[in-house]
T-cell receptor, first 112, second 112 residues
Framework: DGGITQSPKYLFRKEGQNVTLSCEQN?????MYWYRQDPGQGLRLIYY???????QKGDIAEGYSVSREKKESFPLTVTSAQKNPTAFYLC???????????FGPGTRLTVL | QKEVEQNSGPLSVPEGAIASLNCTYS??????FFWYRQYSGKSPELIMS????GDKEDGRFTAQLNKASQYVSLLIRDSQPSDSATYLC????????????FGPGTSLSVIP
């Protein structure tokens, strides 16, 4: 089945730790995205990638980093510099930037 | 002015009624428009996309686009309790790329 997978579903982090969220897609999409959603809020773009080995900052990139070494994979690292990381993180992909985005199931990160 | 606006709700309708969800956007150059449904604790799922003025129907859902008024709506006919969710409007806007901007969402509750 084609789709987007994210792991883990739930993640707990101690303050000061870096954590990496996984996102994999088998839709053969060029573009991938990371969003953050806080309770009762809309989606805020963290990073996006239009093509392999290229990525750009979104609206709230501070404290986050990404890589795009393979077309299928776009991992997100939440660093200790992110002061309020507790949120629901969503990965999405589209055939090209600006196209219809399809979402993974999300990772819920909680900082203890 | 926010780029994509939606009534936050909650919008309550009785089962079997028509639910009307509205979205306005600020960029006159926007070309692509999307409606997503998001159940509590889950990721957004695409309902439909619309690109041309007028109506587009898919089952019980009808999207309506009026670019002159910068307005897009989603009608849900014969509303069911399973339609209770948050509905996100998304619009592309020209920046350095075709950026998709998500609205804050409208919470819909269908009362049996």
């Amino acid at each position: 089945d084609g789709g987007i997978t994210q792991s883990p579903k739930y993640l707990f982090r101690k303050e000061g730790q870096n954590v990496t969220l996984s996102c994999e897609q088998n839709l053969n999409h060029d573009a991938m995205y990371w969003y953050r959603q806080d309770p009762g809020q809309g989606l805020r773009l963290i990073y996006y990638s239009q093509i392999v080995n290229d990525f750009q900052k979104g609206d709230i990139a501070e404290g986050y980093s990404v890589s795009r070494e393979k077309k299928e994979s776009f991992p997100l690292t939440v660093t200790s510099a992110q002061k309020n990381p507790t949120a629901f993180y969503l990965c999405a992909s589209s055939a090209a930037v600006g196209g219809t985005q399809y979402f993974g199931p999300g990772t819920r990160l909680t900082v203890l | 002015q926010k780029e994509v606006e939606q009534n936050s709700g909650p919008l309550s309708v009785p089962e079997g009624a028509i639910a009307s969800l509205n979205c306005t956007y600020s960029d006159r150059g926007s070309q692509s428009f999307f409606w997503y449904r998001q159940y509590s604790g889950k990721s957004p799922e695409l309902i439909m996309s619309i690109y041309s003025n007028g109506d587009k129907e898919d089952g019980r859902f009808t999207a309506q686009l009026n670019k002159a008024s910068q307005y897009v709506s989603l009608l849900i006919r014969d509303s069911q309790p399973s339609d209770s969710a948050t509905y996100l409007c998304a619009v592309t806007t020209k920046t350095s790329y075709d950026k998709v901007i998500f609205g804050p969402g409208t919470s819909l509750s269908v009362i049996p």
